[in-house]
């Protein structure tokens, strides 16, 4: 209900140009996720209408909209987005972290999830000590630090660097901590690996499944 009072503004994010009058525009205004709320635009102007239709819609209806943890961010535009208000927006970089993922440098995202992931890791240590099976071990690796690594990572854009850099540090540096393998150990890929894909395999198996969700939604 509260979104319905934005879409039929004409503002949003341009998917698709007018062709004709039969074939207009399509314009995506919002991208929301739980009770995250992302709104977009074309323009500065554009996107100051949506913040203040969307007050307007939020007070008909009884809920407030924190402007202290409102924040904007511009891509090849300038200007300031300001309420109705006059308060001006907290402008935020490229950097920015939306919803646990980098969301314009697929480089830095990569490097959060590694962090993460090794952090995720570390905490367990208790069990990759254990003297459960390694089977087990990689099976309770896959579950719960390789899907920290892998959060995100259907919309990444990987060059050949980053894929090293993933194969390297989920197939290798961790697996054989997991294992409780010393770097020191020279095994060969099938001892150490077993059945497992690669990381970056997943990744792009991820991505696939991804498009195809993504154009089931559009058609």
Not at 32 to 51: F, H, P, V
Not at 170 to 198: C, D, F, I, P
Request: charged letters at 20%; glycine letters at 6%.
């Amino acid at each position: 209900m509260l979104l319905n009072r934005i879409h039929g503004l004409r503002h949003g994010l341009t998917l698709k140009p007018r062709i004709c009058k039969r074939f207009t525009a399509t314009l995506v205004t919002d991208a929301d996720y739980a009770d995250d709320l992302a709104l977009l635009s074309n323009t500065i102007a554009g996107e100051t209408t949506l913040i203040h239709a969307l007050k307007k819609a939020a007070s008909s209806i009884g809920l407030y909209r924190n402007v202290k943890k409102t924040e904007s961010m511009s891509v090849n535009c300038q200007g300031q987005i300001k309420t109705s208000s006059g308060y001006a927006l907290k402008q935020v970089d490229q950097l920015f972290t939306y919803l646990g993922s980098n969301i314009a440098s697929t480089t830095k995202d990569v490097d959060i999830r590694i962090s993460k992931a090794w952090s995720a890791l570390k905490r367990l240590t208790v069990v990759w000590k254990s003297n459960i099976s390694n089977n087990m071990k990689k099976h309770f690796f896959k579950t719960t630090v390789e899907t920290v690594l892998l959060y995100g990572s259907s919309t990444w854009t990987l060059t050949k660097k980053l894929e090293n850099t993933l194969n390297g540090t989920e197939n290798t540096r961790m697996l054989r901590a997991v294992l409780n393998v010393s770097w020191q150990e020279h095994l060969s890929n099938a001892q150490l690996y077993g059945n497992r894909r690669k990381i970056t395999d997943v990744i792009k198996e991820r991505r696939v499944r991804f498009v195809g969700h993504s154009a089931t939604k559009v058609n």
